[in-house]
């Protein structure tokens, strides 16, 4: 069974920082990349960031220059730090964990934590 355990998020101020942590037991990932999704109210779920298994990092346009995408194969973790953040930041974030270096499908989910930055 495998679980993807995220920490981190919370509120902030426009123009500061987060870290979201996730943690994946129960299978390794470093075969496959690892991401970052987010979903607002109302809205369609969005990727965020990945990362490959060989650790090449991608980021959907909002994030560019100001979210950072790591993880570490030997914990099995993935984090993503958020900076310079908006209001339309605003959402649930949820870890990914994929089978493999395709993220058109995403294999595994974290629980969600809630990211609300306030103007």
């Known amino acids: 069974q495998v679980q993807l355990v995220q920490s981190g998020g919370g509120l902030v101020q426009a123009g500061g920082s987060l870290t979201l942590s996730c943690a994946a037991t129960?299978?390794?990932?470093?075969?496959?990349?690892m991401g970052w999704s987010r979903q607002a109210p109302g809205k369609e779920r969005e990727l965020v960031a990945s990362m490959s298994s060989a650790g090449s990092p991608n980021y959907a346009t909002f994030a560019k220059g100001r979210f950072t995408i790591s993880r570490d194969n030997a914990k099995n973790t993935v984090v993503l730090q958020m900076n310079n953040l908006r209001p339309d930041d605003t959402a649930v974030y949820y870890c990914?964990?994929?089978?493999?270096?395709?993220?058109?499908?995403?294999?595994?989910w974290g629980q969600g934590t809630q990211v609300t930055v306030s103007s």
């Open positions: 129960g299978r390794s990932f470093s075969n496959g990349a």
């Open positions: 990914a964990g994929y089978y493999s270096d395709y993220v058109g499908f995403t294999d595994y």
